[in-house]
């Protein structure tokens, strides 16, 4: 069984920057695409960015520019570097895995438990 454990949430002031990691266990070969999904309170769990075992590289257009997903196979972990943070960033960050050709945009097989990611003006 897959897990996905994340890291590097916080308190950050606007404009400042933040970076979340996520390592995937426990048949991680099976992993092809892993990304983020954030959710604010009272809305609902939205794509943010993710990265297939390729390279090939999405992002949600809120996030375009700021945001940049990386991702190290040999490590299993995919990381997700902030910058120019906003207080509507502010939200639980959730990391997403999907396997076989599948990506996360379309089918989420694996998620993190979340961590909080707060932006203060």
Do not use: H
């Amino acid at each position: 069984q897959v897990q996905l454990v994340e890291s590097g949430g916080g308190l950050v002031q606007a404009g400042g920057s933040l970076r979340l990691s996520c390592a995937a266990s426990g048949g991680s070969r099976s992993i092809n695409d892993m990304g983020w999904y954030r959710q604010a309170p009272g809305k609902e769990r939205e794509f943010v960015a993710d990265i297939t075992f390729g390279g090939r590289l999405t992002y949600a257009d809120a996030v375009k520019v700021r945001f940049t997903i990386s991702r190290d196979n040999a490590k299993n972990t995919v990381y997700l570097q902030m910058n120019s943070l906003k207080p509507e960033d502010t939200a639980v960050y959730y990391c997403a895995a999907s396997v076989g050709s599948g990506t996360v945009m379309n089918y989420v097989n694996y998620w993190g438990q979340g961590t909080q990611v707060t932006v203060s003006s």
